[in-house]
């Protein structure tokens, strides 16, 4: 069964627990099928990779904003099964996100970019799926998701 797995140990372990990591294809597979009609947002990184590193903390926070919205994490060096993982998903950088709705990749985008990927999420969100409550950036400001207005 897949569990939340927190990203980090900091204090803000409610939020972590709001992304959960695969470590397997199959793992992967069981969550897409425990969560069909849902945007389910796949990160792929390794462990080495700074960049991943320093917007886990950013992916955590957007998980908290996008609550209809399954976040999930994936090391691609992590095991010989992650790695292959990757390669059939074609990640080329890290990190890469990619989307998932019904079990059906739907999108693809790599690097750090917070306003590219909130926009990817946005644009793939339903009316009536609770977008960005507040901003993910933790500046305490809203903002509108396209199936309130």
């Known amino acids: 069964m897949v569990s939340g797995t927190p990203l980090s140990t900091s204090s803000s372990s409610a939020v972590a627990e709001l992304v959960t990591t695969v470590h397997s294809p199959e793992e992967f597979e069981e969550l897409l099928a425990q969560h069909p009609g849902q945007l389910v947002v796949l990160m792929c990184k390794a462990m080495a990779c700074r960049p991943c590193k320093m917007f886990s903390r950013k992916y955590q926070r957007m998980a908290g904003a996008f609550q209809d919205c399954v976040f999930v994490d994936i090391l691609g060096d992590e095991s010989r099964e992650t790695r292959n993982m990757m390669i059939k998903m074609n990640v080329r950088v890290t990190p890469t996100f990619?989307?998932?709705?019904?079990?059906?990749?739907?999108?693809?985008?790599?690097?750090?970019?917070?306003?590219?990927?909130?926009?990817?999420?946005?644009?793939?969100?339903?009316?009536?799926?609770?977008?960005?409550?507040?901003?993910a950036s933790g500046d305490g400001a809203t903002t509108a998701s396209p199936a309130s207005t």
């Open 98 to 135: 990619r989307l998932y709705r019904n079990g059906e990749f739907v999108h693809s985008l790599g690097g750090i970019n917070e306003n590219n990927l909130r926009g990817a999420i946005e644009e793939r969100l339903l009316p009536g799926e609770a977008g960005a409550q507040a901003d």
